[in-house]
């Protein structure tokens, strides 16, 4: 809010220029607190600057526009209405030319002799398209009646006063055309450089991001999904871990596994979460998402890989207040990480200011997201030694599990659980259209944002999940 709008309100409600608390004036202000700047008895918030107007090289108050591009030849028409001014006692119907996104109003010298409006002091500076600098000294205030159910009262409005308000050429002024009668050139420039770079980039924030070509391992990954991905008998979908074309050796990793293990337990156990983080491992254990390694299956050499798991507590989450996360890029004695010999695939979501955008649309709107979305999908058998991480048994001993799922920090497998939703749309979507185009367009991961112009569409959408 400009200072000006500022001390109008304050006049209105009638409080003090200086502590802004009612039931007195400043002079009778007995507050210790003055103006930062100026040491007088007024608010800092309050503050004008008083500065004299100086040449356009020097830092002035200057408001910059740009004029738009036009046609030669072709003038340029805003909406004017006629409004009756008045200064309390004096009246005068007048044409103002309006402008929706205006800041700044300005009242001709004439109208203001006319009303004999008080004036009050001022040093403002304008510039516009023809980069001509337009100085005001003075402001009024006037109150404007329009008729109209909408209002009912006068408005006060503060003005610049200026010697006229008409301009052989549009001329701006912060946001508020004052004249527009002039045939426009094919073009005028803005005499703020940047303004253009900053509108391109006020522009962007609202585009969708440009697609671009995959890489060879983004082919190479989608070519893996592709010819290894396949349905269990019981309906659920089968994937293999995509491998780089010639993947770097994995060391050993037990030891680390173990030490980051002990070291977690530790810190939760401090914080009196131990509990919840081993309910979620068993957890994983008896939904069938994890297994305990076979003993004949332990194995002292390096073909596979134990991932440290730790636990993350969010008493704030509504659904899952303990997880357990694995590091594969937690690297192994020869340096290297099981994420360092995975291909990651290419990024199969929308848009996320896409999704956003049409989540604006509807009238009615709701959001889900799918539960334990990783592991509804199971691994390869052979992928599986990959995947092993440390657990304590209830007797107290550290044992070897494996996952059967997918699960969180691999690298891939955003993009393999994202590629299974997509892979069982294309086999529905023939029979729900509706559902295959949310799917599609307005799912993020496992989040869904969407809805429908009623609250019977809104609820069909809801249940056909």
Excluded at 155 to 168: E, F, G
Excluded at 387 to 405: A, E, P, S, V
Aim: proline share 5%; with cysteine.
């Amino acid at each position: 809010m400009v200072v000006e709008r500022r001390q109008e309100v304050v006049h209105s409600q009638g409080i003090c220029l200086n502590c802004l608390y009612p039931g007195h004036y400043s002079n009778q202000c007995k507050s210790s607190f003055t103006c930062r700047h100026c040491s007088q008895k007024h608010h800092t918030m309050l503050h004008k600057n008083s500065t004299p107007a100086v040449t356009a090289a020097s830092t002035s108050t200057t408001n910059v526009i740009v004029a738009s591009t036009g046609n030669v030849g072709v003038p340029t028409i805003l909406s004017t209405a006629k409004v009756a001014v008045t200064n309390g006692r004096l009246t005068q119907v007048t044409r103002a030319l309006l402008d929706d996104g205006s800041v700044t109003s300005f009242i001709s010298e004439q109208l203001a002799n006319t009303l004999r409006l008080h004036r009050t002091s001022c040093q403002r500076s304008f510039t516009g398209a023809t980069c001509n600098l337009l100085e005001c000294r003075s402001q009024v205030t006037v109150s404007l009646n329009i008729p109209g159910p909408a209002v009912t009262e006068p408005i006060a409005v503060v003005c610049y006063m200026v010697q006229q308000l008409k301009w052989t050429r549009p001329y701006s002024a912060g946001c508020w055309v004052v004249s527009c009668t002039a045939h426009l050139p094919a073009r005028l420039y803005c005499p703020y450089s940047q303004l253009d770079k900053a509108l391109e980039r006020l522009y962007q924030l609202e585009a969708e991001p440009e697609r671009k070509s995959l890489t060879q391992d983004e082919v190479r990954a989608l070519d893996d999904f592709w010819d290894n991905h396949h349905r269990l008998p019981e309906g659920r979908f089968c994937v293999r871990l995509p491998r780089k074309e010639t993947p770097p050796v994995l060391g050993e990793s037990r030891q680390t596994a173990i030490r980051r293990f002990l070291s977690n337990e530790s810190s939760l156990r401090r914080k009196g979460k131990l509990g919840d983080f081993e309910q979620v491992l068993q957890e994983y254990l008896d939904l069938g998402h994890a297994e305990v390694v076979p003993e004949d299956q332990l194995t002292n050499k390096p073909s596979y890989y134990l991932l440290p798991v730790h636990g993350v507590i969010k008493e704030t989450s509504t659904s899952t207040k303990s997880r357990a996360v694995f590091d594969a890029s937690c690297s192994t004695s020869t340096g290297i990480s099981l994420n360092d010999i995975l291909l990651p695939g290419p990024n199969v979501y929308p848009p996320i200011t896409s999704v956003i955008n049409k989540f604006r649309l509807p009238l009615i709107i709701f959001s889900a997201d799918i539960r334990k979305m990783f592991r509804e999908v199971m691994l390869q058998a052979g992928d599986s030694d990959l995947h092993r991480f440390i657990y304590r048994n209830q007797g107290g001993k550290l044992t070897d599990c494996r996952m059967l799922k997918l699960t969180f920090g691999v690298t891939c497998f955003p993009f393999l659980a994202t590629k299974v939703l997509h892979q069982l749309d294309n086999e529905v979507a023939k029979y729900q259209p509706e559902l295959s185009q949310v799917v599609r367009s307005q799912l993020y991961v496992d989040d869904c944002l969407t809805g429908a112009d009623t609250v019977a569409a809104a609820a069909a959408i809801s249940s056909s999940f």
